[in-house]
């Protein structure tokens, strides 16, 4: 039988649950065990995929095409591991699933109600990730005491019934915080929260408690008095730099024995050598820094940029350099001299996804920068059909090039909607989603990057490069460098003249982790380190 952990919060929300999960993951996963992750959230929607950055920051993508919750980013940088779509829910899905299983007759006439018919599903979704693996981690989103999330608890204090104690394990995240005018470490939000977690009928076996500082024995003695639970469980999981320290910072403080012990299962040897290595070079480079322009109209709320800052931190450890991110705001009036002191000292320049004419303008000029200065340069998915307009528009003269997205009548759409995604009404889940192969051009910079002219990488985009402007594109000097295997979608294309100069359509970022950066990044670091 599979064991369960299940990660739930209190106090607050983003104290950092889909850290916790990941760096607990992490540990079991290096010991040996088959760890899979999931993350339950309480809103309705369907799935992140039509929500706003400002709301919910990046949608992760799987290999599968699942529009995720960003958490499952950091499973599988932690990990390794690729998620699907049995690794993320919603209160949207369940309940739209109840409703189709009412609408079948499947309850047999019964009044259906949160309880059995919501909880039922819920743990069917827990459940299908058990029959494979050894450890399934699952994360419960918002906090407890939001009426949103009730079900979702309701449904664990159940399985526990089910499974068994030695087989299912509660580990709860809270803040502690510090008040710096009092100068005193305040334990009642944790004591009240847990509270609330028992009132429902959970017990907590294990406490971490964010917190600035380390906390002293008192204090977890406290905390472990007024929340029934064993001192020996309570730990601190201080603030720290780097998110990657926290799986060692857990080692160290013995929080997996403390799990091993709970759910019967040996504790064995953890291998840091390689995190370590990325560890030490993240935090004390040797070969200075690389300042990298990152040019999005989300640069106030850069969770929207998540893998792909994590991907640049990546590949610059393993280039032994520092980063510095320049964020630069693609809506913001710039003119050309504005950008030369904006990007004077720029070592690289990168163009992320989006969606819509917001900063558009803005994103052509950045690339025109990078292109005409010898700037290396990376353009994913946006970035990459911002750099074939901006190309279009500059060096093959066609002035009024431009994206069907953004402007429905223009004459030359060197970027137009894929045939087929014309006839689509909704938006949720109706794009190119999830893992495609690729072919890449055997005498191409991307192959060379990659080591090889056959690779896989996962999509999320409605739009793309318009096949009609091919030859006149590789006429001017821009190579399409990659192709699907049917040769009817570009994915790839970069300047030949150039440093560094390539545009991908898909999203290489999702593929990165700190043992093994993504190589399209690593590559953009080290000419960007030259």
Same mark, same amino acid.
């Given at each position: 039988?599979?064991?369960?952990?299940?990660?739930?919060?209190?106090?607050?929300?983003?104290? $950092?649950?889909?850290?916790?999960?990941?760096?607990?993951?992490? #540990?079991?996963?290096?010991?040996?065990?088959?760890?899979? !992750?999931?993350?339950?959230? /309480? +809103?309705?929607?369907?799935? =992140?995929?039509? !929500?706003?950055?400002?709301?919910h920051?990046?949608?992760?993508v799987?290999?599968?095409?699942?529009e995720?919750?960003?958490?499952?980013?950091?499973?599988?940088?932690?990990?390794?591991?690729?998620?699907?779509?049995?690794?993320?829910?919603?209160?949207? *899905?369940?309940?739209?699933?109840?409703?189709?299983?009412? %609408?079948?007759?499947?309850?047999?006439?019964?009044?259906?109600?949160?309880? /059995?018919?919501?909880?039922?599903?819920?743990?069917?979704?827990?459940?299908?990730?058990?029959?494979?693996?050894?450890?399934?981690?699952?994360?419960?989103?918002?906090?407890?005491?939001?009426?949103?999330?009730?079900?979702?608890?309701?449904?664990?204090?159940?399985?526990?019934?089910?499974?068994? +104690?030695?087989?299912?394990?509660?580990?709860?995240?809270?803040?502690? /915080? +510090?008040?710096?005018?009092?100068?005193? *470490?305040?334990?009642?939000?944790?004591?009240?929260?847990? +509270?609330?977690?028992?009132?429902?009928?959970?017990?907590?076996d #294990?406490?971490?408690?964010?917190?600035?500082?380390?906390?002293?024995?008192?204090?977890?003695?406290?905390?472990?008095?007024?929340?029934?639970?064993?001192?020996?469980?309570?730990?601190?999981?201080?603030?720290?730099?780097?998110?990657?320290?926290?799986?060692?910072?857990?080692?160290?403080?013995?929080?997996?024995?403390?799990?091993c012990?709970?759910?019967? @299962?040996?504790?064995?040897?953890?291998?840091?050598?390689?995190?370590?290595?990325?560890?030490?070079?993240?935090?004390?480079?040797?070969d $200075?820094?690389?300042?990298?322009?990152l040019?999005?109209?989300?640069?106030?709320?850069?969770d929207?940029?998540?893998?792909?800052?994590?991907?640049?931190?990546?590949?610059?450890?393993?280039?032994?350099?520092?980063?510095?991110?320049?964020?630069?705001?693609?809506?913001?009036?710039?003119?050309?001299?504005?950008?030369?002191?904006?990007?004077?000292?720029?070592?690289?320049?990168?163009? /992320?996804?989006?969606?819509?004419?917001?900063?558009?303008?803005?994103?052509i000029?950045?690339?025109?920068?990078?292109?005409?200065? &010898?700037?290396?340069?990376?353009?994913?998915?946006?970035? !990459?059909?911002?750099?074939?307009?901006?190309?279009?528009?500059?060096?093959?003269? @066609?002035?009024?090039?431009?994206?069907?997205?953004?402007d429905?009548?223009?004459?030359?759409?060197?970027?137009?909607?894929?045939?087929?995604?014309?006839?689509?009404?909704?938006l949720?889940?109706? !794009? %190119?989603?999830g893992?495609?192969?690729?072919?890449?051009?055997?005498?191409?910079?991307?192959?060379?990057?990659?080591?090889?002219?056959?690779?896989?990488?996962?999509?999320?985009?409605?739009?793309?490069?318009n096949?009609?402007?091919?030859?006149?594109?590789?006429?001017?000097?821009m190579?399409?460098?990659?192709?699907?295997?049917? &040769?009817?979608?570009?994915?790839?294309?970069?300047?030949?003249?150039?440093p560094?100069?390539?545009? *991908?359509?898909?999203?290489?970022?999702?593929?990165?982790?700190?043992?093994?950066?993504? =190589?399209?990044?690593?590559?953009?670091?080290?000419?960007?380190?030259?």
């Open positions: 039988m599979a064991k369960h952990i299940f990660v739930i919060g209190g106090v607050l929300s983003s104290l $950092g649950k889909g850290i916790a999960s990941a760096s607990i993951g992490f #540990l079991l996963q290096k010991m040996g065990y088959k760890v899979a !992750m999931q993350k339950l959230d /309480p +809103y309705l929607n369907v799935d =992140p995929g039509t !929500m706003s950055p400002f709301q920051g990046e949608v992760f799987t290999d599968d095409g699942s995720t919750d960003l958490d499952l980013g950091h499973y599988e940088r932690f990990t390794g591991l690729s998620t699907n779509r049995n690794s993320n829910t919603t209160s949207g *899905v369940i309940y739209e699933n109840v409703i189709k299983n009412e %609408r079948k007759g499947e309850y047999l006439g019964k009044t259906v109600q949160v309880i /059995p018919h919501v909880t039922n599903e819920i743990k069917h979704f827990i459940s299908k990730l058990a029959e494979d693996n050894d450890i399934v981690i699952t994360e419960i989103g918002g906090t407890v005491g939001d009426i949103e999330s009730l079900p979702f608890l309701e449904a664990v204090r159940q399985f526990r019934l089910d499974v068994g +104690y030695e087989n299912s394990m509660f580990i709860f995240l809270s803040y502690v /915080p +510090y008040i710096h005018t009092a100068g005193e *470490v305040k334990t009642k939000p944790t004591q009240h929260s847990a +509270y609330k977690l028992r009132e429902i009928g959970i017990q907590p #294990l406490i971490l408690c964010r917190c600035e500082q380390e906390l002293d024995e008192e204090i977890k003695q406290k905390i472990a008095l007024f929340t029934n639970v064993n001192e020996h469980d309570v730990f601190s999981a201080i603030d720290v730099s780097c998110v990657y320290e926290i799986p060692k910072i857990y080692y160290q403080h013995g929080v997996q024995s403390r799990i012990k709970h759910l019967r @299962i040996e504790e064995k040897e953890v291998d840091f050598i390689k995190w370590d290595k990325f560890l030490t070079n993240n935090k004390n480079p040797q $200075g820094t690389v300042n990298i322009a040019c999005g109209k989300y640069i106030d709320h850069k929207a940029y998540k893998s792909v800052v994590e991907a640049l931190s990546h590949s610059a450890a393993w280039n032994n350099v520092k980063l510095s991110i320049k964020w630069i705001d693609s809506e913001a009036n710039y003119n050309e001299q504005d950008y030369k002191e904006l990007l004077g000292n720029i070592d690289g320049i990168l163009v /992320p996804g989006g969606f819509g004419i917001r900063g558009i303008s803005g994103k000029n950045i690339v025109k920068y990078a292109r005409t200065n &010898n700037i290396p340069f990376l353009g994913i998915c946006l970035g !990459m059909q911002v750099a074939v307009i901006e190309f279009a528009q500059n060096v093959c003269k @066609i002035e009024d090039a431009y994206s069907s997205e953004f429905e009548n223009c004459k030359n759409p060197i970027i137009d909607l894929m045939s087929d995604q014309k006839y689509i009404n909704g949720g889940g109706s !794009m %190119r989603l893992a495609y192969p690729c072919i890449l051009k055997p005498d191409s910079l991307a192959a060379k990057i990659y080591q090889k002219e056959s690779i896989s990488e996962r999509h999320r985009h409605r739009y793309e490069f096949n009609k402007y091919r030859s006149v594109i590789e006429e001017f000097g190579k399409i460098s990659g192709l699907s295997p049917d &040769n009817l979608l570009v994915e790839a294309v970069e300047i030949k003249d150039h560094f100069f390539i545009g *991908v359509q898909f999203h290489p970022e999702f593929k990165s982790n700190p043992e093994t950066p993504h =190589p399209l990044f690593r590559h953009f670091i080290k000419a960007a380190k030259k």
